[in-house]
């Protein structure tokens, strides 16, 4: 494990930055907002990290209490990593992030990578942005690149999950790329989405209806 790098300035937020500023380091938050993964799992979900970048990251995410490892009781048996408390505690600061990151979205770039759950925040900002959806539920979400569930309103669960949701959901909605893309760069609200078309709505639960009635 190496020894954590530090700015050495009595600073809170340089002090945050000597934990989380490290490359890849928020992106593993990203995706371990989404519950607990296998490292496999992370590795192919963080296209361009190496196998012994992504190692020491979670390492040291370990060591400074962001993350936590266990492994999975029998027949899955494999070790998942997970957020503590701390990691947890960093889903509005990457949402504050994507927030000041939609300015530099524009366009898809052809060397791009893509996966759907990648859109799972920028979605939930934009839905509490909105104002639409209040209260808690979970809204499954259905691109072409895939599908993915947000769970509103989770409080310390995890923010969303990859595929459909496990059970029942309160809202279902099914969009193109193209969409995705636009309501993700905040340049189209999901009621404006809604209300013309772009995104269809399904289900009986309160968020479907909140959204449908927008």
Known sequence: MSP??????????????????????????RELLAGPRRYTDLHADLPGVSTDVLASRLKDMERDGLTTRRRLPPPGAAFVYELGRRGRELLPVLQALGKWGEAELGERRPTDAVRAHWSALPLLRALAGAG??????????????????????AGDGPA????????????????????????????????????AGRITVTGDGTLAKALREA
């Open 4 to 29: 954590r790098r530090s700015y050495d300035q009595y600073c809170s937020a340089a002090r945050a930055l000597d934990v989380v500023g490290d490359r890849w380091t928020l992106l593993i938050v």
């Open 160 to 195: 969303y999950g990859d595929g459909p949701a496990p059970g029942t959901a309160d809202a279902r909605l099914v969009l193109d790329s193209a969409t995705c893309a636009a309501v993700c760069r905040g340049e189209l609200s999901p009621a404006d989405a809604v209300r």
């Open 132 to 153: 639409v959806v209040e209260g808690a539920g979970v809204v499954e979400v259905r691109l072409e690149e895939g599908e993915f569930h947000l769970n509103v309103g």
